[in-house]
């Protein structure tokens, strides 16, 4: 059976460094993967991306591109000196911005790219409010699509989609989930959510995990419960 810890990312959607490494503290080597996002990076840059590579985790960069295809690219190159894993880019960039992307990420030590299709805090209404009238299930699979066309490594969806697009895209696919909520835990802005037994059962190969680690008043058994979730959820897969 695969290490849970390999297939959980805890979001460290703090504001400065000194707040993020405290949580790392308090989780010890409980996790092995952090994804930092834009609060983050705009903040601290890429010293964070390095503390946390000195401190033997592996660091999943969410940057979530969206420009240009030259400055993506250059964007990516900047992501690669700084040592991350993993890397997003908004996949409804396109697909010469995703190639680009690609190309730049096949460097020596590149991260493996990550195209996030439609984000997990949207639903039908808030989709069809920026004109794309199809359900958030046939935009992910038409976006992740494009995105395997465009040569990109994986993709960012919501449980509810992973398994049409573990079907379309194959067994190898790396499929990032977030909005996982434990049964119980606050939503928040999210809306298209699942447990993390939910979203394992289904095909994901790695859940992305922030406020209801971050947020318990125990962080290190809260992420401990869901890494217990993981591999028993992953338990009947293996039979
Ligand atoms: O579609 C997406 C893409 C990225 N995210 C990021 O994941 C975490 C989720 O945090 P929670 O506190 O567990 O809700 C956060 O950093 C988002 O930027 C996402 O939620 N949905």
């Not at 401190?55 to 690219?73: E, M, S, Y």
């Not at 096949?106 to 209404?125: F, Q, Y």
């Not at 790396?174 to 037994?197: E, H, S, W």
Request: net charge neutral; hydrophobic share 50%; with cysteine.
């Amino acid at each position: 059976m695969p290490d849970p810890k390999a297939r959980l990312a805890i979001a460290l959607d703090y504001p400065d460094a000194q707040q993020a490494l405290k949580l790392v503290d308090t989780l010890g080597h409980t996790c092995q993967w952090f994804k930092i996002g834009m609060e983050l990076y705009y903040a601290a840059g890429n010293t964070i991306v390095r503390e946390l590579r000195d401190r033997g985790f592996d660091v999943f960069l969410d940057l979530k591109l969206h420009d240009i295809p030259n400055t993506v690219a250059g964007a990516v190159r900047s992501a690669t000196q700084a040592g991350a894993g993993l890397l997003t880019i908004h996949a409804s960039g396109g697909s010469a911005m995703m190639a680009a992307a690609a190309e730049a990420a096949r460097a020596p030590g590149g991260p493996r790219l990550l195209a996030v299709t439609v984000l997990t805090s949207m639903d039908a209404a808030q989709l069809t409010g920026t004109g794309i009238t199809v359900s958030p299930a046939d935009q992910v699979l038409r976006l992740a699509k494009l995105a395997t066309q465009s040569g990109i490594d994986g993709f960012v969806c919501s449980a509810e989609e992973v398994a049409a697009v573990r079907a379309a895209t194959g067994p190898d696919t790396l499929l990032v989930i977030p909005g996982i909520r434990p049964a119980g835990a606050a939503l928040g802005d999210q809306k298209r959510i699942a447990t993390p037994a939910q979203a394992i059962a289904a095909g994901a190969s790695m859940l992305v995990v922030g406020r209801p680690i971050t947020q318990a008043p125990d962080p290190a058994a809260a992420a401990r419960a869901i890494l217990d979730e993981i591999a028993k959820a992953e338990a009947p897969l293996k039979k």
